[in-house]
């Protein structure tokens, strides 16, 4: 029986992967990452700079910047991380349709997933931990121990997330959250640098009918194989 373990947790965009993921490690006392906020911080920094827009992104400054550039993540009161860019609290700046409609350009450029990925593979060097993103299975973690590919149906997708922005008195249209998502998943699984992949060891978890508690109650129980095996 092993002790604690790697969970690697990949999947479309807004498919309830990172509830899944804070739910996980909050039951199994493990530290959670959330690879996708710091891919978006990087994109609030290159948007606040000028760098990328509408129809242009300028990757020789964002990757010449890199360097002045730190992620990190501090736990805010509810127990769950925020994230801090340059020592400041963007946690709300970085969940914006405006970085969302940016991010999976800058997740494109090579340079940009090597600084991350360095990083992220440092937070879960211990064991302990669920991470979830696009490549936490392929390439972030290959060996981890469990490796679940969440998806779900587009429109519910769509529906949750665009519920989650109204919610946080975003003023968004339900249109152009499916766009979005539609742009990124595009965006995401076609690039040519760690493209999201279903990796074959990979569990896949639909869960466009399961509530939070049900989604947890089936991931529970494949950290119980994985502990096991
Ligand atoms: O929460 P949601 O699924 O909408 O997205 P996210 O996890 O916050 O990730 C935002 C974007 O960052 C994705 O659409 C990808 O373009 C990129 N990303 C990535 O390339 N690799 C990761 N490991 C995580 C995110």
Not at 145 to 158: G, S
Request: glycine fraction near 6%.
């Amino acid at each position: 029986m092993k002790d604690k373990i790697t969970i690697a947790i990949d999947g479309w965009s807004s498919c309830g992967k990172s509830t899944l993921a804070k739910a996980l490690a909050k039951s199994l006392n493990y530290i959670y990452v959330d690879s996708g906020a710091m891919y978006r911080g990087v994109t609030l920094y290159a948007l606040r700079k000028g760098w990328v827009g509408e129809n242009a992104i300028d990757q020789e400054e964002i990757v010449r910047s890199l360097n002045h550039i730190s992620i990190s993540f501090e736990q805010n009161k509810n127990g769950t991380p925020d994230l801090l860019l340059n020592g400041e609290n963007v946690e709300s700046k970085i969940r914006t349709l405006e970085v969302s409609n940016q991010v999976s350009k800058v997740a494109a450029i090579k340079e940009v997933r090597t600084f991350l990925v360095d990083q992220q593979r440092k937070m879960g060097e211990e064991g302990g931990v669920v991470m979830d993103g696009r490549d936490i299975g392929s390439v972030v973690f290959p060996n981890a121990e469990l490796k679940l590919f969440v998806t779900a149906d587009p429109d519910i997708r769509a529906k949750r997330r665009f519920d989650e922005l109204v919610s946080k008195g975003q003023d968004v249209e339900l249109a152009d959250v499916r766009k979005n998502l539609k742009e990124r998943d595009h965006l995401d699984t076609t690039r040519d640098e760690s493209p999201l992949i279903q990796t074959e060891d990979a569990i896949i978890l639909d869960n466009s009918n399961l509530d939070q508690s049900e989604q947890l109650e089936v991931a529970l129980d494949h950290v119980k194989n994985a502990l096991a095996s």
